[in-house]
C-alpha cells in the first residue's frame, strides 16, 4: 500500500464526502463533532496510560481507530475552509522551529 500524503488524504476526504456523505456537516457541527472524537481519544489515554480502569463498553477501542477520527474530522473542517493541510502544516512547523529554536534544549525540565 502507498503512504498517503496529506494531500492526497484531503482529497480522499472529499471525495468519500460528496460520493457516500453526501455533502459535508456545516462548520459548526464538525467542531462539535472533533470535540467529541478528541474525548474519545482522551478517554482511551486516561485508561490505557493514567490511573482509570477500563470499563467493559470501552475494552474494545483503539486508540489508533479514535486518532483517525479526529483526523478524517480535522480534513473535513480544512476541506471546508478552504485550507490546504500540507501548506499549514509546513508553515506552523517553521514558526515553531523560529520560535523554540533554543527554548526546549535550554529547558532544564527536559
Known sequence: MNELTIKQAQE???KWIKSVGVRYFNELTNMAMLTEEVGEVARIIARKYGEQS???????KELADELADVLFVVICLANQTGVDLTKALEMNLDKKTARDSRRHKENDKL
Do not use: G, L, M
Open 12 to 14: 480522499k476526504v472529499d
Open 54 to 60: 477500563f470499563k467493559e463498553s470501552d475494552k474494545d
